[in-house]
């Protein structure tokens, strides 16, 4: 069992951190990368991130959601984790494209009251530009989004802090890059 915050750096370290040539999804180069799905889609590893990031997700709060798939089982995790602690939320997916039958739905999950607050959340953030587009949708749906909270942050020349503040967003993560490359 995971226990604390740095034994959680370490596992994601050792597991799902990697140092070389590496294009992103945003297309930029790095010499990091970093998968977190061995982590966040291990039962032990997804308890203790839901728990960390229930910790930074606004108390007023009625969901947490985020772009498939890097946040499905955040979402779930802090879904019930919130849940177990008497802090109910419900969980949200946003799709990357509308659903291509019935309603064509952007948004999977529970449908909440227009003006409900909602936190986004995600694994790894670089730019922004995965979480912007998941609180577009869910800005478009009714929804207030004010904050994002990230896995890690990988704070590529304040670009996503930038981005955020452009989208009137407040961001929070577990970790920076630094924290995790610079391994034990």
Known sequence: MIETREELRKIIYDKCYKHGDFTLSSGQKSEHYINLKPITLSGAGLEIISILMLAMVDKECAAVAGLTLGADPLVSGTA?????????????????????????AWIEGPELPKGSKVTVLEDVIT????SIEAVKRLRDAGYIVERVVAIVDRQVDGEADINMAAAHLEMFSLYDLREISNGL
Do not use: M, N, Y
């Open 80 to 104: 019930l984790i919130g849940t177990l602690h008497e802090r109910p939320l419900d969980a949200l997916i946003v799709r990357k494209k509308a659903k291509g039958h019935g309603t064509g």
């Open 127 to 130: 730019t922004g530009g995965s």
